[in-house]
């Protein structure tokens, strides 16, 4: 099984950046396909971003052009870049790992977009 961490949620000003990272332990990170996910207050949890074991990516239509997700096997981290922020965006990120029948979540990171 494989364990994840995410970090670096905040507070940022409307248009402005942060980078979501996420760590993971236990088996072999290369092997999962990792998603970036969200949750606002009251809706349901919105899938953001994929990378797949190779580096190839795929992002929902309400952050394409926005964030970037990226991995680092080497490290057993995938991160999220977000740029342009807006109030929309406000959210629990989490991150999700998924191999076979496995799937794994981190414990999720809260990111506030205020003036």
């Known amino acids: 099984q494989v364990q994840l961490v995410e970090s670096g949620g905040g507070l940022v000003q409307p248009g402005g950046s942060l980078r979501l990272s996420c760590a993971a332990s236990?088996?072999?990170?290369?092997?999962?396909?990792m998603r970036w996910y969200r949750q606002a207050p009251g809706k349901q949890r919105e899938w953001l971003a994929t990378?797949?074991?190779?580096?190839?990516?795929n992002y929902a239509d309400v952050v394409k052009g926005r964030f970037t997700i990226s991995r680092d096997n080497a490290k057993s981290t995938v991160s999220l870049r977000m740029n342009s922020l807006k109030q929309e965006d406000t959210a629990v990120y989490y991150c999700?790992?998924?191999?076979?029948?496995?799937?794994?979540w981190g414990q999720g990171t809260q990111v506030t977009v205020s003036s």
């Open positions: 999700n790992a998924i191999r076979g029948t496995i799937h794994a």
């Open positions: 990378i797949s074991s190779g580096g190839s990516t």
């Open positions: 236990g088996n072999i990170f290369s092997d999962y396909i």
